[in-house]
């Protein structure tokens, strides 16, 4: 099947492209640029192929390709796309280029291990999202953390090396208790059902008891957690964001962040359908205070690159109330959400970055009537700042309308019968964060492009073509979201209604909200 | 007993013997003085080289034999450690090529390696016993090789003594069983660990303590830091690998097939997590790179005896993988350190800043090393650390699993400290840029190579071993 290995190309062009940087000659730094933007696009095209030709009528796998790996632990090297993944994939591929491009002018100290470090990435995240073996997306997981670490610390602000190390260690003490709950999740289905296996679809048919699931979940759940992040693990995600790169910021915020979403969509709560059912409240109520908390840091700094940083916060928290809905629209409104973000937050950093790069500073109150001094500028960046707001039209829009719709319609019926009336305080706080979300955002725009004309840096010159061209690329893609969301909607559909069956048919008696 | 037996199961040991004698002649007939190229050094390396081949190929045809019944046995799986263990003393005889001139590195790393081959295939105290000895008494004169620091004098005489101690305890332990079994041979120690008898639970006590003095365990590890630093950088690797090495086999081989039950259940986990959680904090103060390494492998030998825990069919299989997976990268931290002016600047850790800079191709090496010594993957480290800590939860130790990840966790950040040097620093001052060493590259290459193996075929080289 042509698709398949299609797929293992996608995967494998990032490493392929690593190791030709690995021995390209030093100090031809175009050639490097060339090489890795080449590769990028190279991925993006294979990708759209792939996209198109997935067919949104087969529930689970399709261009599976399975291999033994340590045939005696029933690892495998088992990727596929599903409805699961393929948004992701897409934005994946989708932001690669960019990213690469982005960095043409910022980055000009060892150009090489530079883009290595971000087509290494890239491979990583893709091996993350495609992996379809526990022990395979772990290894991608972990692996994803080392390229990072590097791009922080090399090529970061002057905190650089507090801000990578906080990084490193903070996701890494959650992968490690996730590994123990790895180990034990498939050493407990060995014993219970002879299967030894890390395939994700061998794992879900392990019942275990209620208690070991509560174990398990709190490990996977505090490793995602912290990578989403949700309050109160977030806090190395505003040092990371303010001193990494350009392109670290985008990569992070774009991609990495939905690694967190992903993981709980794909593994923590189906893989452990009751305790899940018993921890939803708390982690409905982390979810909406991740988005009201956040916005309220987002709408204090006076950094304009923590304002995004905490916005992200405030985001992810409503993939994670779609996600524990369990309606349909939610789930749905969850996954365009994490798309949503993975654009418009990745679009804001770069424009942070392209302001950067002119000025050198980011301190909000440096900057003021950009739209007088840069108006291709200010326009992309209303647009961006509108579709982080929600303003219909945009895919912001599409992604919070749809979770706030399946947040109240998961909460309706537990307050109309008198049972529970957490949910439905839960999603009007929710709303308001919406409110919140305008407010901050608003703010950033007013006294960014608006107000009195300063820059600490003049004469600034306007955008030129490659930077337009990001922009532009990403911006159709906001509106495309926004207007037609059919196409992606109908592509996870079967998923969203599998995770749904997965999660609720074992909900406990009297846990459910 | 046949003569044939005594040939064939012992042809390792055999060829290390001629190498030897082979060594000593050279240096009666004048062929290796100093001044006199590198002979000894060729002589040695094709005659581990020799012994490897012997005992793989012996492996492979699934050779078992016991020549000496009741006190040396070969088996393929044994034979294959054996290579395995003498494989990785051929990067330390590359990198010393320039270190040490004339014939007593090389004679004395041939000797040692001799009382590896014996410890691994013992069946009897008394052959545990003379291969440790053999084994250890090389090592106390490699590190003092280097005497051109006035450290080395005291490290060596510290590891001596400490060594004594270990070797007095272990005798006394085998005297213990051996008054309450009559017998000497190593299956009497996995009886007396399910007895109930005192003077027997005193001699297994004091034998597992022996054992973790060698391997440096807490509270018995405070020699290595010492010993390590004493040494010249080839003797430390050879310590920190091959030693370590060895002694863990031979733990493995004397546990033999027993589930260990409490209390000695306790004995081996308690002690070894205590070094995985005091090696890895302690770790992190060195400036030193070779004290930091010690502390490291005080750690590592944590983990290692960690897979003791485990199901006994498991114990050998995982233990392997990790001696081969840490033994590697552990080398190609050695082998692709950058020569400095004098020994002791090498050893600084800021000599590593701005490493990336001055020589990419080492900074590149040792970071690898590096991330796969924490047990980060997709390195090699991760797969061993997993193997074993699945061995230790599917024996139903998961709370002592879950501790030993968490000091395993504690780790992560000294390992990173070096990167952060070698990467995310400008150029120490005195650092000069230097040329890399052919042989130091080779050893390099050679350990590059078998990590990438164990890296991507893991599944492979598990069902293999």
Not at chain 1, 66 to 71: D, K, S, V, Y
Not at chain 2, 129 to 142: K, N, R
């Amino acid at each position: 099947m042509p698709e398949a290995s299609v797929l293992n190309l996608v995967l494998c062009l990032p490493l392929l492209g690593a190791g030709l940087l690995l021995v390209s000659p030093t100090g031809r730094d175009d050639l490097t640029r060339g090489i890795t933007l080449g590769l990028m696009t190279l991925q993006l095209a294979l990708t759209g192929w792939l996209y198109v030709r997935f067919d949104s009528a087969v529930a689970g796998l399709q261009f599976e390709t399975r291999l033994p790996w340590i045939a005696t632990w029933g690892v495998h090297y088992q990727i596929g796309l599903d409805g699961y993944n393929i948004l992701l994939v897409m934005l994946t591929a989708f932001l690669g280029p960019l990213v690469t491009a982005s960095a043409f002018s910022a980055i000009t100290k060892d150009v090489k291990l530079f883009y290595a470090m971000v087509l290494l990435i890239q491979f990583a995240m893709m091996g993350a999202f495609l992996a379809q073996d526990l022990f395979l997306f772990y290894v991608f997981w972990e692996t994803m953390l080392i390229p990072m670490f590097l791009m922080i610390g090399i090529w970061g602000g002057e905190r650089r090396i507090y801000a990578t190390l906080k990084f490193f260690l903070y996701t890494a003490f959650g992968s490690i208790l996730m590994l123990a709950a790895v180990i034990y999740l498939v050493w407990s289905l060995q014993t219970t059902t002879g299967v030894v296996s890390f395939a994700f679809a061998d794992l879900v048919k392990a019942r275990l008891p209620l208690g070991v699931q509560g174990w398990l979940l709190a490990a996977f759940a505090l490793s995602f957690a912290i990578k989403v992040p949700m309050v109160p693990l977030h806090t190395w995600l505003p040092d990371a964001h303010v001193q990494a790169p350009t392109a670290g910021s985008v990569i992070l915020a774009g991609v990495l962040l939905k690694m967190g979403t992903y993981g709980f969509m794909k593994l923590g709560f189906p893989l452990f359908p009751d305790a899940t059912a018993l921890f939803t409240p708390w982690l409905m109520t982390l979810a909406v205070v991740s988005i009201v908390y956040g916005a309220c840091l987002a709408l204090v700094q006076d950094d304009i690159k923590k304002i995004i940083a905490y916005s992200s916060i405030s985001h992810l928290g409503y993939v994670m109330l779609g996600l524990l809905s369990l309606e349909l629209v939610g789930i749905q409104g969850a996954v365009i959400q994490m798309v949503s973000h993975g654009l418009v937050a990745a679009g804001l950093f770069l424009m942070v970055g392209m302001i950067y790069e002119r000025c050198h500073t980011r301190e909000l109150a440096a900057y003021g009537g950009l739209a007088r001094l840069l108006p291709v500028y200010s326009v992309f960046f209303m647009i961006l700042t509108l579709a982080s707001v929600g303003l219909p039209t945009t895919s912001g829009f599409t992604g919070e309308f749809l979770v706030l719709l399946g947040a109240f319609k998961a909460a309706w019926p537990p307050h109309a019968l008198g049972l529970n009336h957490l949910p439905l305080v839960l999603a009007v706080v929710a709303v308001a964060g919406v409110v919140l979300g305008a407010l901050y955002m608003l703010r950033f725009a007013l006294g960014f492009l608006y107000g009195a004309t300063k820059a600490p840096h003049q004469p600034l010159s306007d955008l030129n073509g490659r930077e337009k061209t990001i922009l532009g690329l990403i911006v159709v893609a906001v509106f495309a979201l926004g207007l037609f969301p059919d196409g992606p909607l109908r592509k996870t559909e079967l998923a969203a209604k599998a995770y749904k069956q997965l999660v609720s048919t074992s909900r406990l008696p009297g846990a459910s909200p | 007993m046949s003569w044939r037996d005594i040939l064939l199961a012992m042809l390792p040991e055999h060829l290390l013997l001629l190498g030897i004698v082979l060594l000593i002649l050279l240096d009666i007939a004048g062929l290796a003085r100093r001044g006199s190229g590198q002979i000894p050094s060729w002589v040695a390396l094709a005659t581990v080289a020799a012994a490897v081949w012997a005992a793989a190929q012996l492996s492979l045809g699934a050779y078992a034999a016991a020549p000496f019944a009741g006190h040396f046995s070969v088996e393929p799986a044994t034979l294959l450690a054996k290579a395995l263990v003498l494989a990785l003393a051929l990067p330390v005889l590359l990198m010393s090529r320039g270190d040490f001139d004339g014939v007593e590195f090389p004679v004395l790393l041939l000797s040692s390696l001799y009382g590896v081959g014996l410890m691994l295939s013992a069946d009897s105290f008394l052959t545990l016993f003379l291969g440790l000895e053999i084994m250890s008494l090389p090592v106390y004169v490699l590190v003092l090789l280097a005497y051109r620091r006035p450290q080395s004098a005291e490290a060596a005489l510290k590891y001596l003594v400490l060594g004594g101690t270990s070797t007095a305890m272990f005798m006394m332990g085998v005297s213990l069983l051996y008054g309450g079994s009559g017998a000497m041979d190593i299956a009497v120690f996995t009886r007396a660990l399910g007895s109930a008898d005192s003077m027997a639970r005193a001699g297994v006590v004091l034998v597992v303590l022996g054992f973790f003095l060698k391997a440096a365990i807490v509270p018995f590890h405070a020699w290595a830091p010492d010993a390590y630093e004493g040494a010249s950088v080839p003797v430390t690797a050879y310590m920190a690998v091959v030693v370590k090495a060895a002694v863990l086999l031979a733990a493995v081989r004397v546990f033999g097939q027993v589930q260990l039950a409490s209390p000695m259940l306790e004995l081996v986990a308690v002690l070894p997590l205590a070094s995985i959680v005091w090696g890895n904090l302690a770790a992190m103060r060195q400036a030193s790179l070779r004290r930091m390494i010690a502390y490291s492998s005080i750690a590592h030998a944590g983990y290692l005896f960690y897979a003791l825990l485990g199901a006994p069919e498991g114990r050998m299989q995982a233990v392997t993988f990790y001696l081969l997976a840490y033994g590697a990268l552990n080398l190609l931290v050695f082998a692709a350190l950058p020569p400095a002016a004098d020994d002791q600047e090498r050893d600084r850790l800021d000599h590593l800043q701005g490493l990336f800079h001055r020589s990419p191709f080492a900074a590149l090496m040792i970071g690898m090393a590096m991330l796969s010594l924490a047990g980060i993957p997709p390195f090699p480290g991760f797969i061993a650390k997993f193997l074993v800590f699945k061995n230790v939860i599917a024996a139903g130790h998961t709370t002592y699993a879950v501790l030993g990840l968490l000091g395993s966790y504690l780790g992560i950040y000294f390992y990173l400290r070096v990167i952060q040097f070698m990467f995310m620093s400008d150029a120490a001052p005195t650092a000069a840029a230097a040329p890399l060493r052919r042989h130091a590259v080779a050893a390099s290459l050679a350990c590059v190579a078998l990590t990438v193996v164990v890296a991507v075929f893991p599944g492979w080289v598990i069902s293999q071993l």
